[in-house]
């Protein structure tokens, strides 16, 4: 069983840059891939960003490309994401959860993915 920690959320004005992070405990960490994901309200949630079990691998989703980057650093069981040029269309909670093995992609995460955090909002003011 794994427990996952997102903190680092808020509220930041467009342009502005935010970092959040996914503290895990009580599973190897780096044995699987991590994913960040949002979910704003009234739709379903996506798949933001993985990342492979050594960091080698990364994926992002569209909308984030060239902004968002994601990063592990396994020694301290904990996962990132840099959100930069943020936009009110990032307003979310965003989630982390785990992958079910050492690599990831984002098209079918919902097989992927489990063992979700609690969330952390971000808000985006334009």
């Known amino acids: 069983q794994v427990q996952l920690v997102e903190s680092g959320g808020g509220l930041v004005q467009a342009g502005g840059s935010l970092r959040l992070s996914c503290a895990a405990s009580?599973?190897?960490?780096?044995?699987?891939?991590m994913g960040w994901f949002r979910q704003a309200p009234g739709k379903e949630r996506d798949g933001v960003s993985c990342?492979?079990?050594?960091?080698?691998?990364?994926k992002y989703a569209d909308s984030v490309k060239g902004r968002f980057i994601i990063s592990r650093d396994n020694a301290k069981n904990t996962v990132y994401l840099q959100m930069n040029s943020l936009k009110s269309e990032d307003t979310a909670v965003y989630y982390c959860?785990?992958?079910?093995?050492?690599?990831?992609?984002?098209?079918?995460?919902?097989?992927?993915?489990?063992?979700w955090g609690q969330g952390t909002q971000v808000t985006v003011s334009s």
């Open positions: 959860a785990t992958g079910s093995s050492w690599a990831c992609n984002l098209a079918d995460w919902r097989d992927q993915f489990g063992s």
């Open positions: 009580g599973r190897t960490f780096s044995t699987y891939a």
């Open positions: 990342i492979s079990r050594n960091g080698g691998s990364t």
